[in-house]
């Protein structure tokens, strides 16, 4: 259990590390833009909106599950 739980972490991490280096290569102009600008725009919001609430939540299962350890 605890070995696919840190499996599922670090899974989450990379998409969060991947979203972040697109983000970046968006804002510096490097992001080739295939299709619609309108939903590629739209796709970036979503990623702009969520990443600081996945941020925020990674700390919350590390502080429970050294809670639990502690019983």
Request: a positive charge.
């Amino acid at each position: 259990m605890r070995a696919s739980y840190q499996h599922l972490l670090g899974l989450t991490r990379s998409v969060v590390r991947q979203s972040q280096q697109v983000l970046q290569r968006f804002q510096k102009g490097r992001l080739p833009v295939v299709g619609s600008r309108l939903a590629v725009f739209a796709q970036l919001s979503q990623l702009e909106h969520f990443l600081p609430l996945r941020r925020r939540s990674s700390v919350r299962p590390r502080t429970a599950w050294c809670w639990a350890k502690r019983r």
